[in-house]
């Protein structure tokens, strides 16, 4: 399973850091991928990171914003979100895909086997 942390709500130019805690997969070996859903608008893919952390791909809507880093001895994700803006406003779902090609982690929400429950993000003035 996966469980994400550390959402909440704050203005715009601050930061968050998402924790996405994992057990039963191994981040040597699976991929981990941040998703977000904004009200209103489909899913969609912001950060990953592929097995033993050798691929990392960021959408360009938060590339130079957003960095998705791992500490695998805790088989925890991390994304941290800086100079967040209105716009970010979403919930946000970490996704676990169970053993998938070395070196590839997509925005393809059918090549992720587990998903957690989401945590809010709400970016206002």
């Known amino acids: 399973q996966v469980v994400e942390s550390g959402g909440g709500f704050v203005q715009p130019g601050q930061s968050l850091s998402l924790s996405c805690e994992t057990s039963g997969f191994s981040l040597e070996e699976d991929a981990i991928g941040w998703f977000r859903q904004a009200p209103g608008k489909e899913r969609e893919g912001v950060s990953c990171i592929s097995d033993g952390g050798r691929t990392i791909r960021h959408v360009d809507s938060v590339k130079g914003r957003f960095t998705i880093s791992r500490e695998a001895a805790e088989d925890t994700v991390y994304l941290q979100m800086n100079s967040l803006k209105p716009e970010d406003t979403a919930v946000y779902y970490c996704?676990?895909?169970?053993?998938?090609?070395?070196?590839?982690?997509?925005?393809?929400?059918?090549?992720?086997?587990?998903w957690g429950q989401g945590t809010q993000v709400t970016v206002s003035s």
């Open positions: 996704a676990a895909a169970w053993r998938p090609s070395p070196n590839i982690c997509t925005f393809v929400e059918g090549q992720y086997d587990v």
